[in-house]
């Protein structure tokens, strides 16, 4: 299960890094990024996050063979700052997220991330969680399951989505992939699954809700940037336009002076920017990439740099 690294050389290019700093990957995954980075420190340290521990044991033999220079910490990002004091740190030189779903993620069917093989419906990052995909869909009501699909899938089939759903597990409970696209399939009739493929919204709104992928990334993010050190740098992958907005949102904001003080001769110091955008416009794979990795063609990379 091979997994490939997206926009790789332009993060790693982006975060600058220096060889004796203190760099953060809040995504480990399968190590692609952190390998990485840890190649270009040599008195610096590098602390990598992942609530997936088959990620972790994983990245510990990967990242082994090039430095000791590194601590794995098995938690979600949304607990950064409060793991990082735990070892003694208060700020760090780089931050970088990398948003997607590992390949190996992706291609165990176990985990049910996927809709095009059949499997326990599952979508879970933290295998010690209990929060899984088969508990939404089949305990949430439809107005919660329709409110979902649409506002985490933008899914516009979402209510007979949910009420299909709901009327099928009252005389069984759906227990897997298949079943569910099956239910997705019957709800919005041949013609228009075939052409609008909703189940890709659907298993997505099921995972970020599953994850709770989104309200933890518009946590981080301002925490983030406050534990930057001045021309710190945090790189953000992120592979679809919801996360991307919060991403956009938080940096337009951090990087503008606010509307209150603007056009004063003397900015107060609490609300001058905080950041830098180090790209106006979001970094997208190269043709060589999208070639070698079909799944890297919704990705959009944003760097910052700290004031």
């Known amino acids: 299960m091979k997994h490939y690294s997206v926009l790789l050389d332009e993060s790693i290019a982006g975060l600058n890094i220096k060889e004796n700093g203190i760099y953060v990957d809040a995504t480990l995954g399968y190590g692609g990024h952190s390998s990485e980075i840890l190649k270009r420190l040599t008195t610096g340290h590098l ?14 033999e990967r990242l082994s063979k090039i430095s000791n220079n590194f601590t794995l910490i098995h938690s979600n990002f949304v607990n950064l700052t ?113 052409k609008f493929h909703p189940e890709r919204q659907i298993f997505q709104a099921i995972r970020i809700e599953v994850n709770s992928e989104l309200t933890v990334l518009a946590k981080v993010l301002p925490e983030a940037i406050d534990l930057l050190n001045k021309e710190g ?16 949102k938080m940096f337009k904001k951090e990087s503008e002076i606010d509307d209150l003080v603007k056009g004063l001769p003397v900015i107060p110091l609490e609300y001058q920017p905080k950041i830098i955008l180090i790209n106006k416009k979001p970094i997208l794979p190269s043709a060589k990439e999208l070639q070698e990795n079909s799944r890297s063609k919704s990705a959009k990379l944003r760097i910052i740099e700290r004031i």
Request: aromatic share 10%; proline share 1%; glycine share 4%.
């Open 233 to 248: 740098r945090m790189a953000v992958i992120t592979f679809h336009s919801l996360e991307d907005r919060i991403v956009k």
């Open 47 to 60: 602390y990598a996050f992942d609530q997936d521990i088959e990620a972790l044991n994983s990245s510990q």
């Open 82 to 194: 409060t793991k990082l004091k735990e070892y003694g740190i208060e700020k760090v030189d780089g931050i970088i997220f990398d948003l997607g779903l590992s390949s190996p993620q992706i291609d165990n069917k176990e985990r049910g991330f996927t809709f095009m093989e059949d499997a326990p419906l599952d979508m879970r990052m933290d295998l010690s969680q209990e929060l899984n995909a088969k508990k939404v869909v089949n305990t949430y009501s439809i107005e919660e399951l329709s409110h979902l699909f649409f506002l985490y899938g933008e899914e516009k089939m979402s209510k007979f989505i949910a009420k299909k759903i709901v009327s099928e597990r009252i005389n069984h409970e759906i227990a897997t992939t298949k079943e569910l696209v099956n239910i997705i399939s019957s709800a919005v009739g041949a013609k228009y699954f075939n």
